[in-house]
Nanobody, 116 residues
Framework: QVRLVESGGGSVQPGGSLRLSCAAS????????MGWYRQAPGKQRELVAH???????SYVDSVKARFTISRDNAKNTVYLQMNSLKPEDTAVYYC??????????WGQGTQVTVSS
């Protein structure tokens, strides 16, 4: 059984910062790619940031230069540092991971609200 647990969401004013964490636990032999997705009300879930097992990163255009994805392999944890937050970043953020050669592992989501 593999479990992903996100933390770090909350409410912040425009221009503020938040750091999300996602810790994987359970019967883990290997974690390859990890990613952060988000889903705003009435919109489809979108991939925000992705990091491979070797540390190669990619981002959706709307967050480039503002968000940074990183991982700590010793802790089976992926992070998303979000700076210069905008109201349009408001969404539920989900962690996704490719574990033990299988994809489709999701966390429960954490709410991020950006509002003045």
């Amino acid at each position: 059984q593999v479990r992903l647990v996100e933390s770090g969401g909350g409410s912040v004013q425009p221009g503020g910062s938040l750091r999300l964490s996602c810790a994987a636990s359970g019967s883990i032999r290997s974690i390859n790619a990890m990613g952060w997705y988000r889903q705003a009300p009435g919109k489809q879930r979108e991939l925000v940031a992705h990091i491979t097992g070797l540390g190669t990163t990619s981002y959706v255009d709307s967050v480039k230069a503002r968000f940074t994805i990183s991982r700590d392999n010793a802790k089976n944890t992926v992070y998303l540092q979000m700076n210069s937050l905008k109201p349009e970043d408001t969404a539920v953020y989900y962690c996704n991971a490719y574990v033990n050669g299988r994809g489709g592992f999701w966390g429960q989501g954490t709410q991020v609200t950006v509002s003045s």
